[in-house]
């Protein structure tokens, strides 16, 4: 019988409502120490297994069919279904961002929904690998997945978590591979910049964001969260001048990394180009205005105008924060570009404001992840809500390795790719509804 009819079957003759109640309290709700509470359990208990046993002697794979009404609504099962068609492929591993994504601020606060835990252990004990992948640190998040999972499960070989958007990659259980550093691979000139950042992001701050900002604890990128709850009108105004001094910052370090020769004359767009100039003291002439500056600082206009020009968001922050400037990135000479071309600065709104290594983001510390898992023919879900989960996404659209999810509060640009390729989005603070569509895929993919 086709997949089609029996789901209808399935959904018409039953009442698989009433059956995913059930399941949900036996699942969520376990017995406690009251004979009172233990007596309701059993009873559900009880009662859920009458109506799969109804269901399994009832229809063609009734097995299967039983578990796919226990966890998943009617829009649900035939969602799965018409992903399984599109594809032919049951998913072979979760790549998962966590704030906003797993979790919300505003909806869950901050905490990963039971839910949302139940179907994770639900999937990896039907084994499929779990990649966590974040931009926290490595102790933070391991530290709320043993919480949330258990160590058990972190510690069981199939769950990896690439941390700090893909700079390093922990897979416990792995031997020699179980840590992997992966910005040690990057060239001194980009360690140095980085280095250079996180000794001066904070001592030379301005006096607001010294006060309002931490260093977040990360082993690579450099990371400004704010002293005040995420999303506050104090945390937006403290993050949006973080950015600009740390775009400062990189600019600086950048010009003295690149070891440029002599002068550099830097044209506005009417004079166009780039130009090197004769040996000199390395300062740095700015011809639209007639005032010559030190490396420094032309840095800091240079990193200004290239970032600005790369992202409308920071471009926004700079112009509304009166540090916008009025240069043509064309003009910014070769090998400054090269570096900033090497380093992402990342802008979450009253959240964060850091820099990352482009060539370390997220796909860098999936595709190593993937590896130590032994998943050599990837087709993943990934489920995220920021740029740096953009990127997984159009790699697995790109390589035909997986399908994208996003909550409905993701940014324009995930939502638009979500859109367009499956529509794959999910309320805010319910993760598992995606989840459960992934588990019925993979069970609907068994049947012959």
Not at 396 to 407: F, N
Request: proline share 4%; aromatic share 6%; glycine share 8%.
């Amino acid at each position: 019988m086709e997949r089609y009819d029996l789901l209808y079957r399935l959904y018409n003759e039953f009442d698989a409502d009433a059956l995913r109640e059930y399941q949900t309290f036996v699942d969520l709700f376990p017995p406690v120490d009251s004979r009172v509470a233990l007596e309701h359990w059993e009873e559900a208990s009880d009662e859920l297994d009458r109506r799969k046993t109804e269901i399994r002697t009832t229809l063609p794979a009734g097995a299967t069919m039983a578990d796919v009404a226990a966890y998943a609504d009617r829009e649900t099962a035939f969602q799965a279904l018409d992903l399984h068609n599109r594809y032919g492929r049951a998913v072979n591993a979760l790549v998962l961002d966590v704030d906003e994504t797993l979790r919300s601020a505003g909806g869950t606060d901050n905490e990963i929904p039971r839910e949302t835990l139940h179907m994770l252990t639900r999937l990896h004990d039907a084994g499929v690998p779990v990649v966590i992948c974040t931009g926290q640190t490595l102790e933070n998040v391991k530290g709320f997945m043993i919480q949330g999972l258990g160590n058990a499960l972190v510690h069981s070989g199939t769950l990896s978590i690439v941390y700090e958007a893909g700079n390093g990659v922990f897979t416990p259980g792995h031997g020699s591979r179980t840590k992997q550093l992966l910005y040690e691979e990057l060239d001194e000139s980009v360690r140095s910049v980085f280095d250079e950042v996180r000794s001066r992001v904070l001592p030379e701050a301005p006096e607001n964001v010294r006060r309002g900002c931490h260093l977040q604890g990360n082993e690579f990128n450099v990371t400004l969260k704010p002293n005040f709850e995420t999303g506050s009108e104090e945390a937006e105004t403290v993050i949006d001048d973080g950015l600009v001094h740390i775009v400062d910052l990189l600019g600086k370090a950048v010009v003295a990394a690149a070891e440029l020769d002599g002068k550099q004359a830097v044209e506005q767009p009417d004079g166009g180009g780039r130009s090197g100039g004769a040996e000199g003291s390395g300062s740095v002439e700015l011809v639209a205005d007639d005032r010559e500056y030190d490396a420094s600082s032309a840095g800091a206009a240079w990193a200004r105008a290239h970032y600005a020009a790369a992202d409308p968001e920071i471009r926004e922050v700079l112009e509304a924060d009166g540090a916008s400037v009025d240069l043509d990135p064309g003009a910014v000479p070769d090998p400054v570009v090269d570096l900033f071309e090497r380093v992402d600065v990342g802008y979450y709104h009253a959240d964060a404001a850091e820099i990352s290594s482009l060539e370390l983001n997220k796909v860098a510390g999936v595709e190593a992840a993937l590896d130590v898992l032994g998943v050599t023919d990837p087709f993943v879900l990934v489920m995220g809500d920021s740029k740096s989960d953009l990127r997984v996404m159009e790699w697995a659209k790109r390589e035909d390795a997986g399908i994208a999810a996003a909550p409905e509060h993701a940014s324009d640009d995930v939502l638009s790719h979500v859109r367009d390729t499956d529509d794959l989005v999910y309320a805010r603070g319910h993760a598992d509804d995606l989840l459960r569509t992934v588990y019925v895929l993979n069970r609907l993919a068994q049947l012959s």
